[in-house]
């Protein structure tokens, strides 16, 4: 497979994100939509919250109605040709219950990435405690993959009675989070760690564990990298690759974008998703 090129669609396809909104342009829908874009994907999107932001840190957060984020899916499932949805910050227990209530409706075939956002790089709360809870009683058992960093796998662990999880390593967070999404392709992501190299440690629904690992890439433009790393493999998804393919070329992706990321703002800036155009770009005249 030539892995890092992306297919030629023979009929136009969309991408669903379910998240909130970075005003920074780095993370959250922002990043989601130019990750979708720089897949040859329409972006279409459900805004879940609005965040004041910038590269230092979240000024303040408020949230969309319930009603509204469930008339946004209804309103893109209903027309759109999305072939993969994933999900983002969610805020809180009542927007939940409302995007799982609207994805009731969608195709079960659709797949569905759930990056379980928690807390932003800067610290700032972008889920309320209480809503782990639902988010594991409602939606992982619809995910086809999950994404959570370290630090979210045992948040989720923890919030399913699974005791112990703050000391346990990535390998058996994996395969505890399996049962918390049965139908999922499990990914704990290490990218956050610092050590030299990068690695994602993989458990897919029939009990297969591995690792992918890429070279750690030093930048201090790694602002959404969660976000882009979802949509990634929501874009691969919907492009008809396997999780497990999807996952690897997403990694490949985010790799690339930390590479030729500029630096922007005086905090951490973003990646560049849309490096693989600029390597198309003409030398200037
Ligand atoms: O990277 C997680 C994330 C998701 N969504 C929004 C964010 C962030 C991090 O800052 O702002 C809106």
């Known amino acids: 497979m030539d892995s890092s090129s992306t297919p030629q669609l023979s009929r136009p396809l969309a991408a669903l994100t379910i998240a909130g909104s970075d005003s920074g342009g780095g993370a959250g829908v922002q990043a989601d939509l130019r990750t979708f874009a720089a897949h040859g994907l329409l972006g279409c999107s459900a805004i879940t919250a609005l965040t004041a932001q910038n590269t230092l840190g979240v000024t303040a957060v408020e949230g969309v109605s319930p009603a509204m ?28 219950e409302a995007v799982a209530d609207a994805l009731d409706s969608a195709p079960r ?43 979210e796998a045992r948040a989720l662990c923890r919030a399913s009675d699974a005791s112990h999880a703050s000391d346990t390593g990535p390998e058996r967070l994996a395969r505890m989070l399996a049962n918390l999404a049965p139908h999922a392709t499990v990914v704990v992501t290490g990218g956050d760690s610092d050590a030299s190299t990068a690695v994602d440690t993989l458990m897919t629904p029939d009990g ?78």
């Open 208 to 285: 297969v564990l591995t690792q992918v690992s890429s070279r750690r890439v030093e930048t201090r433009s790694t602002h959404g990298t969660g976000c882009a790393m979802s949509a990634a493999i929501a874009s691969h998804l919907a492009l008809g690759r396997s999780p497990v393919d999807a996952i690897e070329l997403a990694k490949r992706f985010i790799t690339g974008a930390l590479q030729h990321a500029v630096p922007m703002g005086a905090g951490h800036g973003p990646p560049d998703h849309l490096w693989q155009l600029r390597a198309m770009e003409p030398p200037p005249a």
């Open 109 to 151: 075939t659709l797949p569905l990435v759930i990056d379980p956002v928690m807390i932003a790089t800067s610290g700032d709360r972008l889920l309320d405690a209480s809503a782990v809870e639902v988010l594991i009683r409602r939606l992982l058992p619809l995910a086809t993959v999950i994404t959570p960093n370290l630090s």
């Open 69 to 96: 984020v469930k008339a946004q899916i209804a309103a893109v499932l209903s027309d759109l040709p999305v072939a993969a949805i994933k999900t983002g910050m969610l805020k809180d227990a009542a927007t939940i």
